[in-house]
């Protein structure tokens, strides 16, 4: 049997690199994991510490994490849908394109990309300048492959139903260096019915081929479909729920694809900002055992109280 590829967000700092995330995934019980090369909400980038890669790659060796499923997240502040402030477009497309540097430093192969969001110009010229950067971006046939991630819709977000991130790639030259990343939270809040799943791989299927699907965020939502909202919730606790989660997550189809969390940091008390934990080593072991853990906050609370 082929063995869940399962991980989490977790964190890249210049001190640690490579080997803290290593670390971290480790520690959450994950074979794989994601990382922002600096903050995600901006785009300072420090060099990459090549001692703390090399040591990273090594201790993936010898836990059997593969490379080929460890994801990239861009930032997510960039937007190549709109291009009325030329400098800022130009600059987040040569921000892209050393993100796939540091991707191939890292040895990483897949970058997950919000799509933009068009502010007012429109879809189609939206989607006509996500088309044209990613020309520019992807101007050779190897290198990292960037996954967009549909989106719940929020604002003027592009890349929200599966028509328009089929678009974009037919597009794109070279689109074999083009795959989706499925994210349950958006799906969901964008329309889609999470909880027939099988129906809506289908309607992925022909429209854009499930072989094209590179990643999986698993996380449940806080409001209803079609809410257009995107507030991710913990497995269980939101309005797809445990079960149809656990489908997806074992998905005979699926198998192959690396399915990361993103749910939200647990808070010391129910609305406390200031304190909170990570909520992904318990997550994963609910997932393992495919059993709903109704007190899984309460056990984050109890096991980083202390700390
Ligand atoms: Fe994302
Ligand atoms: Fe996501
Ligand atoms: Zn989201």
């Known amino acids: 049997?082929?063995?869940?590829?399962?991980?989490?967000?977790?964190?890249?700092?210049?001190?640690?690199?490579?080997?803290?995330?290593?670390?971290?995934?480790?520690?959450?019980?994950?074979?794989?994991?994601?990382?922002?090369?600096?903050?995600?909400?901006?785009?300072?980038?420090?060099?990459?510490n090549a001692e703390k890669t090399k040591e990273g790659q090594k201790l993936m060796q010898e836990n059997h994490i593969d490379i080929n499923n460890v994801i990239i997240h861009a930032p997510y502040i960039i937007n190549l849908a709109n291009s009325i402030n030329r400098e800022k477009y130009q600059f987040t497309i040569d921000f892209l394109k050393e993100e796939l540097k540091r991707a191939e430093t890292l040895g990483i192969k897949k970058i997950v990309l919000h799509p933009g969001s068009h502010v007012g110009i429109g879809t189609e010229r939206g989607l006509t300048n996500i088309i044209n950067g990613l020309n520019i971006i992807l101007d050779k046939k190897d290198g990292p492959i960037i996954l967009l991630e549909t989106m719940a819709g929020k604002g003027s977000e592009l890349g929200t139903t599966f028509e328009e991130l089929k678009t974009i790639i037919d597009g794109v030259k070279n689109n074999e260096r083009l795959g989706v990343c499925l994210d349950t939270c958006h799906l969901n809040d964008a329309g889609y019915d999470v909880a027939n799943f099988d129906k809506l791989l289908k309607e992925f299927d022909d429209i854009i081929g499930t072989d094209k699907i590179g990643c999986i965020h698993i996380n449940d939502s806080k409001n209803e479909k079609g809410a257009h909202k995107d507030r991710h919730e913990n497995v269980g606790?939101?309005?797809?729920?445990?079960?149809?989660?656990?489908?997806?997550?074992?998905?005979?189809?699926?198998?192959?694809?690396?399915?990361?969390?993103?749910?939200?940091?647990?808070?010391?008390?129910?609305?406390?900002?200031?304190?909170?934990?990570?909520?992904?080593?318990?997550e994963i072991d609910m997932i393992k055992k495919q059993k709903y853990n109704p007190n899984l906050k309460e056990d984050v609370r109890n096991h980083y109280r202390n700390f």
């Open 1 to 48: 049997m082929e063995k869940l590829i399962i991980g989490s967000h977790v964190s890249f700092s210049q001190r640690d690199g490579l080997l803290g995330s290593v670390n971290e995934a480790l520690k959450y019980g994950g074979n794989t994991f994601m990382i922002y090369t600096g903050a995600p909400q901006n785009t300072l980038r420090a060099k990459i």
């Open 237 to 282: 606790f939101g309005t797809i729920g445990f079960d149809n989660l656990i489908k997806i997550i074992y998905h005979e189809k699926l198998k192959k694809v690396p399915k990361i969390l993103e749910t939200p940091f647990v808070s010391i008390d129910n609305d406390s900002k200031d304190r909170t934990y990570p909520p992904y080593k318990f």
